[in-house]
């Protein structure tokens, strides 16, 4: 008589294995889920490994699509920053993962969802956070199987990106073009090849970032649960995205819109960061920065070369840079007289201040 | 007979040198001041212009310490960043140099100071707040000498950085030592040379990372006054100091002080950016940052490479960082099944939020 | 010939009528035009007086509605206060009056609209960003008809509330509906009186909270152009509603969506209070705020009295409120062993830092 | 042989009783510590029980001077109010009673705490997050002793404030000065009678404020956990000083500043809520409010009548407020001409924002 079903996310690695047998010891039924979001795995082997572990059930899901469309594109469109430096590539993958281990685990009636992330990172409280939101009668096993063998050695630490040093000599070009804050178009400017589909775009640019060495980082973080922990990621296409975005939203935004938006992607990140991708929140600052991205529309050139990303250019329909307005030659609604009431009227409160308490720090 | 005497802000080019004429036709004393706050330029030669033109007296001051001191390193505390990318060299540039036009104004009993700063750009602004906000009963006259001849040709746009296409194919490697969140020296650990007074370190970073191509931007940014426009900017010394500056604090502060600390610096930012480096928020917010950098104390090492700078470590008397707590193996306060406790109480909110009104976008 | 048409804000006063007069003589066709937001005034008289000093048209336009529908209801939701104890009666009234202006400003080809707010104050400003957003053409003239008087005796201060001690000493007690977190119907509990159109509630309110002296205040505030200014106010219908939405909305909404809004709402005062009612940035701030509101429905029970509003209770269909969740025998999510789990994880980085730094305050 | 010490906080009433019991039962010895922080008790027969009930030791502590000081004052200058309109009275007295537990366990050599805070609520978090802040190795005993018996019924629910409705007839009016942003004397202005040390005038203030019914409140807060909960609360002198201080700190505290500190206050006020009073960050934000409130000083009159509190007026030796600047007559740094100025210049984003987009919610 079986215990329940358990919906375990399973890699095909040791610790995922052994967590199966445990399982299955312990009197469950064990399906296995694996989740495709563009790593280089034999999907095909972890199959087999599993069914011969005596699996019920084996899921293999392509998620790169979804990966892209429903995760990364609002990333890329809130700017999202952790802590002024970390991408969150593995933060937005816990819960696209783990949405689809609920929907498997529902669909099979089971009680049970069971991981392998490991206790102290922020991946087990992604990943539970995320099946207690979008599933809130699930039971959730966690078993910390890192403690059976010891950990890698980070030989292989950068899987996607060349050092910069051994990177081209010449640089790539590109020209990526923006919709409604998300990329809908890559060109490379001198091959004359372009990509057109959200997969195809960001594993475009994970090559051509992944071979100059963009998007290398070696930092301390803060975990969630409030130690610090060093970690090195590399971000090749999240890193290009990032600096275009970027550009073509300043361009196009107009400035006080901006400045607000920018609060709310730091507080996305500190959200996705955190685990709460599925909560009240997020959803609310999600729809937020959707509606701030309307015009941000457009083309951005750069060039990558030897682990840097460089804007050349951008151009927009939706643009609020008026050449001519900037040029001293044409003046549309400014005055230079204006600007000393603008300056005397902001003035008025300093002069006062000054008056009545000087400043700290002038030497005068 | 004198209708008042008048403090330039000098630069010995054709602008500032039409304005001084045209003042004294205007039947005013003219005092010259030019600054020095490291640009390149032959300063005796702008002397003896000025004594040619008529001026009364001309003062040329060299800045460079204070600039570094007084401004720039509290920019360095803040990681000052006007929409992300701009470091904003010039806008902390132009309080110090005002700020020194007003002592000399005072001391020399000159009610009237001028500039020829552009009259749609931010320098305008930022000029004459400083001035108003340090010596209220001034009369600023401002004239816009650039509507007298056309504008220079960009061509001599880049003039610290060498293009990282032809920078050095070897990285050079800093150790950068910080004491409450400011340089105090930095050493070049493949030739021993170091450098350990704020002017001499901020030179040195500025040589090493102009060498190597470092801080390029291409930016369209946001001007007080509304309007977009185009800069490009160099900032190699400012741009490694940034990155290890936020390598150190990130180390060395708690989570919770940096997060409040970093809104405090894009706060700081946007005042510096728009002209208010001496208003009373200004100050207060420069105080509590300064107050948070207490114990940002220790090394960075870092390599420079192509217009890149890449964190390689960091150590610190003060940190935060516990390698033995992060560890598996030593718990320290750590407990893994408080961390289920933990994301359940975190998870309550959440499935009673699914429960009554679900969330908008998971598929299932 | 005329030099064009100007739109006059006309009060039926000395001052706008002195402006009328004199822009006559300056050679302009005068419109004037009279908003009835609910002032108390002799809308028929002013009409007559114009027409005698030569206006060529007289628009007397009731906007009671769309004053109460599209400025105080979006102030509601938002929970709308400057510096914390202003409701901005005033300050939502101003683009509502030009928005009015400008439209009959480009009906009647009027290349001018004119007003006789005072220059030191706020109102010229509010009044001015409002043409210039919706009408980028139009020709401002602004005349500050109060130099040529003195200032009204500030005898009639209070014109909608009693004073407290004069009171009724007997509490109403009303019943607010909300849907999407406006009022959709007011019930005077006793009397069994009830509103359901927007004006009607308002006026209800106003009525009601007037007659026991509810919502005024004596303060100093700080302009937007830097000086603080006294202002006395007096806001029954707006003090009673804050008070109302504040409490079905913490009722109803989840705590972090609340405490993000929170901060929008701030901005959205200062954006009120400093005239930006129409700009990009107040757009998207309202827009965010009316999502929040989604699930702000319900009944609020409240008593008012003697210058105060108590809240009685509150019910709602989409509560979040969970009094089994709360209570000490149902467990549902919610397990106390949990609660040690989540405070020892929180206490993690906090008993490093104790080790590491101590604190500042404690005796100890 | 004992199991070791705990130090208990003991209420007399019969759930720390039962604790005390049963922690003898398993063989502690226990020390009991009952703060008097103004709660109206009879400390001599909770001494007796504890004793006779077989404590080793009783403590009783009078931190009632150290509480207004220490705690109270903070919140005061912080404006701190949780949510819109809790003003934390209890979340304030944990971390004040828990200090003196933990420094009685430090010296009396004691490595256990207890308490008898409930579990679902907040005070088990505050109490708890203090003790492992300033006592790292110290391990925290929680009984939820609640569980032993039925709730108190809400009949006595309000103890300090009398109902507006059968208070007097007559105001109070006070006179309340205030230097560094805290109150240093309160002058009755009708009676004469003052007060002047910290205790005294907040004891006083919760007499006044508490005879007319003022600081009742009845809301739905967010618990830290996340649960919505009832509170009943009221805060006489809490509520007085408040609106006193919020009155003497506009006045007198430059307008951008103040915009900064509110952000800083409502930081604070989550904080304390959520039991983090020692924690780095608010260590740190309560250095930033202090340093705000250097400049906040002067006197508040105020009547105090139904309920209610209202402002009269204010007065102040550091006052920003220039009542000649105000006014129209004198210009001082004002000029109207300016203003346009200004306001054309802050217009030119908008009119080019309209030009190019519109806006949403107008009308025409």
Redesign the interface.
Known sequence: MSNGTVVLAYSGGLDTSCILVWLKEQGYDVITYLANIGQDEDFEAARKKAESLGAKKVFIEDLRS?FVE?FIWPSVQA?AVY???YLMGTAIARPCIA?RQ??IA?MESAQFVSHGA???GND??RF??TC?????EVKVS?M?A??MHI?HAPADLYLMTKN??DAP?V?DVLEIEFRKGVPVKVINVKEGKSKDTPLEIFSYLNEIGGKHGVG???????RF??????GIYETPGGTVLLKAH??IE??TM???????????G??FS?LVYN??W????C??????IA??QE?VEGKVQLSI????V?????ESP?????EE??S?DVQ??????????????????????????G??????
């Open positions: 979804e429903d700017n802590e002024d430096r949405r609920v929907e529902r490991t206790g102290k087990q409280i539970e956070l207690y939101a979008l599933y809130p966690f910390d890192n403690l950990s910069p040093e000599n640089p290398r980082i070696d930092i301390v973080e803060n649960i409030g130690m610090k922990s060093r970027l550009d300043t361009f107009d400035k006080e819109v901006r400045r607000i938006k920018q609060g709310l730091v507080k500190e685990g709460f599925y909560s009240p929140e959803d609310f600052v999600r729809h937020c509606k701030s015009n070369f030897k682990g840097q460089y804007i050349l250019g951008r939706k643009s609020l840079y008026n307005l900037v001293m549309g609604d400014y005055d230079p007289c204006d600007a000393s009431g603008f300056i005397r009227i902001n003035a008025v409160r300093l002069r006062e201040h000054c008056r009545l308490q400043f700290s720090d002038p030497k005068p």
